[in-house]
């Protein structure tokens, strides 16, 4: 796991987690992203990701936003990085792409990452657990691929260039579309305030994203088995949004 390392000669510190883009760099990565895509082309955290099982389709969830602010530029301001999504070891897992710092043993096995975005939702569709307590409104990771960000950054220009506080009900058009969702209608924006006491809670503030995610070094994907012995094929189809190309996948 990288570590802070201060700069011997500017004095700052470089981020924790090199391969988390933010700001300018997050923006810069999504055109290179792109650039990638035209020219070629769970793992969980903590915080369980916001997923609509391919299943339910149909169902509306409804979700509110806690950040995700459009920059100068009119791109989203998130943090970004590249994941793989692979059956492994009898599960979906996802690998976070490790070509920023050291070359991925999973892209040599000719699996080609996906570029997301990272944001926080309130999950507002109770679910009942193991123990038989009743969950809801559950703060949880927002994990959006390249043309998800697209259509949330639209969403955001109507919204005053936030979604911060933007409650929308998702849903799916299918199982091969985007498992976080490719259809969204605007329900309300309400501020943070309103959120807190609508849910008795003084928490809205987006997840920490610099320990929610599990990064594993390329050795330790290696060693764990995970990359070129992959096979990247012939497993039950995922959460749904991966199932077919990994090219069709990333689009989404
Ligand atoms: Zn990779």
Redesign the pocket.
Known sequence: MPVDIQNAETGENTPKNPWLKRGDDSRKALAEAEAKTEAKRAEFGKAWRFMINKNKCDVDHEITFLDGVLGEDGLLNLPTF?E?TLYWNGRWNNYI???ETDP?P??AGNHS?SFVGLLTVLDHTPYTTRDNKVIVNEKKLYVPKRRTIKALAKAANLHDGSLVGCTFVVSRTDENSASVGDVMNFKEQRTLAQLMKTYETDDVSPLNYDEELIYRSAADLREMGVGVSVSTVGGPAPGGSQAGSSDLGDQL
């Open positions: 590249w793989h792409c490790t070509d991925c999973i892209c990452p």
